[in-house]
């Protein structure tokens, strides 16, 4: 359990990485775009404009699943709060199943999507559309992952909570 462990907080820190570079490049890109609108002394940088949107959105997918695992999204605990462990656990695996089933549509059809749209390109970074819509199914592939790891974790606590329940 404990290399599970270690090899997910890798996972995490790598993905973290990534997800706070693209931000950052997306701050820094909004910084330099609306200096140089601002003086017209400086070159035009139209184009920060469009790799800001594609950095950002990026950054935001490949991160999602981490806030799906800590529980930061908004939800309606007070049932799960009063069930038994047994219910409770079943109805979080049902939850896990039905959000594994939206990211895999939605990466599966992502992945489709991203790859007939390489011969396109965008209209100011002239780059292939594929690399901004890629990462629609790599996002979809880290919340599974996410909800893989939390249904380990929701499993784990069961586990413990039937050794102190007996």
Do not use: D
């Amino acid at each position: 359990m404990q290399r599970i462990q270690r090899i997910h907080q890798l996972f995490e820190k790598s993905v973290e990485t990534l997800s706070v570079s693209l931000f950052v490049i997306g701050v820094i890109s909004t910084i330099f775009g609306t200096i140089s609108r601002t003086f017209p002394v400086l070159p035009n940088l139209s184009w920060a404009n469009e790799l800001t949107r594609f950095t950002i959105i990026a950054s935001i997918l490949l991160i999602i699943g981490f806030g799906i695992r800590k529980g930061s999204q908004i939800s309606f605990t007070l049932l799960l709060e009063k069930m038994s462990p047994g219910p409770r656990l079943i109805l979080q695996m049902i939850n896990n199943i039905l959000m594994l089933s939206l990211f895999f549509i939605i990466g599966y059809y992502g992945y489709f999507f991203a790859v007939s749209n390489a011969g396109q390109t965008s209209s100011l970074l002239e780059v292939s559309m594929v690399y901004p819509y890629i990462f629609v199914p790599i996002g979809s592939l880290l919340v599974m992952l996410e909800v893989i790891f939390l249904g380990i974790t929701q499993i784990l606590i069961y586990k413990n909570e039937q050794k102190n329940y007996i």
